[in-house]
């Protein structure tokens, strides 16, 4: 592997602020099949307890594509030269093999609903080896923390992609 992991753990991938929206939020839950008039109505989502309609559980992972303003953005953490997951891996791609989708968890802290504004920070946490049946697989472990507009962790995602070589 010619990546070293203290060159690589604690690289930013970026950073964003988000507008947690109703119609991105409905129709996420469409697309997931989920049902549920918790998704759909405001009325059915306080009287399950919330405050406003929710976001499906996985909703953060897309909702960057959703919900962000350029006038709205931070400084972007990687100095302009982008996550750096894509030439991470393009690295590893230049050995042959495969990138694989692994692990991925999400620890909410509290529920992400409408009408929210998130903000999110990630970074790479993790790069480590293992040998299986004969092949080298290199994980690269992302980890992305969105905060409310108080600062406090709303929900932590960590992402794995796995270069089977």
Same mark, same amino acid.
């Given at each position: 592997?010619?990546?070293?992991?203290?060159?690589?753990?604690?690289?930013?991938?970026? /950073?964003?602020?988000?507008?947690?929206?109703?119609?991105?939020?409905?129709?996420?839950?469409?697309?997931?099949?989920?049902?549920?008039?918790?998704?759909?109505? @405001?009325? /059915? /989502?306080?009287?399950?307890?919330?405050?406003?309609?929710?976001?499906?559980?996985?909703?953060?992972?897309? /909702?960057?594509?959703?919900?962000?303003?350029?006038?709205?953005?931070?400084?972007?953490? @990687?100095?302009?030269?982008?996550?750096?997951?894509?030439?991470?891996?393009?690295?590893?791609?230049?050995?042959?093999?495969?990138?694989?989708?692994?692990?991925?968890?999400?620890?909410?802290?509290?529920?992400?609903?409408?009408?929210?504004?998130?903000?999110?920070?990630?970074?790479?946490?993790?790069?480590?080896?293992?040998?299986?049946?004969?092949?080298?697989? @290199?994980?690269?472990?992302?980890? @992305?923390?969105?905060?409310?507009?108080?600062?406090?962790?709303?929900?932590?995602?960590?992402?794995?992609?796995?270069?089977?070589?």
């Amino acid at each position: 592997m010619g990546l070293e992991r203290d060159e690589v753990v604690g690289m930013p991938t970026g /950073a964003a602020t988000i507008h947690i929206e109703r119609g991105p939020v409905s129709r996420f839950a469409k697309g997931v099949t989920d049902s549920s008039p918790v998704y759909q109505s @405001t009325e /059915a /989502a306080r009287e399950a307890g919330f405050d406003s309609i929710p976001a499906p559980p996985t909703f953060t992972f897309a /909702a960057a594509h959703w919900g962000t303003y350029p006038e709205d953005q931070p400084e972007d953490p @990687t100095g302009g030269r982008g996550n750096p997951i894509r030439k991470l891996m393009s690295e590893l791609m230049a050995e042959g093999g495969l990138v694989l989708h692994g692990e991925q968890e999400f620890l909410y802290h509290k529920p992400v609903q409408i009408g929210d504004t998130l903000h999110q920070e990630g970074k790479i946490v993790d790069l480590y080896s293992k040998e299986a049946k004969g092949k080298t697989m @290199t994980f690269l472990v992302m980890e @992305t923390v969105y905060r409310d507009d108080a600062g406090d962790p709303v929900v932590t995602e960590r992402f794995n992609l796995i270069h089977r070589k």
